[in-house]
């Protein structure tokens, strides 16, 4: 098995489709066939599904892209591990944010990673806490900042701070107060992601605890979606926001607390089964430094900082 026929499968499997990771990886599509024939050969199972409409990676090929993609990744830092001290702070760093808290962070912290390491090369994603957390595992990602309320025993994780949880709504939902009971809260409408998302697995879990049902009318993929539903009034959400103006100064109310309060806790992951480069490592001691200053801003509402390494 040569390292090349693994590139260019997980190339394929990314791609959808033979002609269009031909295109990627500068090889012919004849020759990208054969070079997949051979490794289905050598492996003895079928590796990729065909139609008319492309290609995906059938049981065992999607056990292969995972395992792949992290020998892969390994196989790439391996210069950067044995190059000298001087040139540690130098290459690519795949950064992962969690998208809600994404609209309040990313300007500063760029700002600030391009002040302190200017030959890193930051590469951004944005998505749900989950999504990011596999990414972390599967080695797509070096690192990521998510909020969490359990995480696997591979992924590594630095706390940063407990968030509390608000309620996010288009219109106001009791006039004069500034908290919410979960009773007061079981009587909304509320658009949720679905379960198996952390928010979602906690807010059941608490009204479970507290012997009270809600009232989800929608539920949601993604944050657009779910910002959407709550800005046309479908129901109100619950997010580790307190303060809505990045997304949009007349978007929604002013967020109301929960009473009991609900946390999550905002973390930088890596994993567990790959060292971080030297790059890596500096971008994660620079996470570290720009997020215990920016925690300490107004508008980051609801927040107890519990690092102890800033």
């Known amino acids: 098995m040569q390292f090349r026929q693994l590139r260019y499968f997980v190339k394929i499997v990314e791609a959808g489709s033979f002609s269009k990771a031909a295109l990627v990886v500068h ?4 020759a990208l066939s054969q070079q997949i024939a051979e ?20 049981a ?13 990744h390994q196989l790439d830092q391996l210069p950067l591990v044995i190059r000298s001290p001087e040139d540690e702070m130098k290459g690519l760093v795949n950064l992962g944010i969690a998208i809600s808290l994404a609209p309040k962070i990313i300007g500063g912290l760029l700002e600030e990673c391009r002040s ?18 596999n990414r972390i595992t599967s080695t797509t990602l070096d690192l990521a900042i998510i909020y969490e309320d359990a995480l696997a025993a591979q992924v590594i994780r630095t706390p940063l701070f407990r968030q509390r949880l608000y309620v996010i709504s288009a219109t106001p939902l ?21 379960p198996g998302n952390g928010r979602r697995d906690l807010i059941d879990r608490t009204f479970a605890n507290a012997k009270l ?12 979606s779910e910002m959407w539903a709550v800005r046309n009034e479908v129901g109100c959400t619950i997010l580790p926001v ?14 109301v607390l929960i009473e009991p309060s609900m946390h999550l806790t905002c973390s930088i992951v890596r994993s567990g089964n790959l060292p971080l480069s030297g790059a890596a490592e500096a971008l994660h001691d620079c996470l570290l ?14 927040l107890e900082w519990i690092s102890t390494r800033a």
């Open 27 to 30: 090889v012919a599509q004849p």
């Open 39 to 58: 490794l289905e050969q050598r492996l003895g199972v079928s590796l990729l599904q065909r139609s008319a409409r492309g290609v995906r990676p059938t």
């Open 60 to 72: 065992a090929g999607t056990a292969l892209y995972k395992e792949a993609t992290g020998l892969l």
């Open 116 to 133: 302190a390491l200017p030959k890193v090369n930051v590469r951004l994603s944005d998505g749900d806490s989950l999504s990011l957390a």
């Open 174 to 194: 009791i006039e004069g107060k500034e908290t919410i009971t979960l009773r007061e809260l079981a009587d909304l409408p509320l658009v949720l992601p679905a």
């Open 213 to 224: 049902s809600h009232r989800v009318v929608q539920e949601a993929d993604a944050l657009s």
């Open 242 to 255: 307190g303060d809505m103006s990045h997304f949009g100064p007349h978007a929604f109310v002013k967020p």
């Open 289 to 302: 430094k720009f997020m215990a200053h920016r925690s300490r801003q107004p508008d980051m509402r609801g």
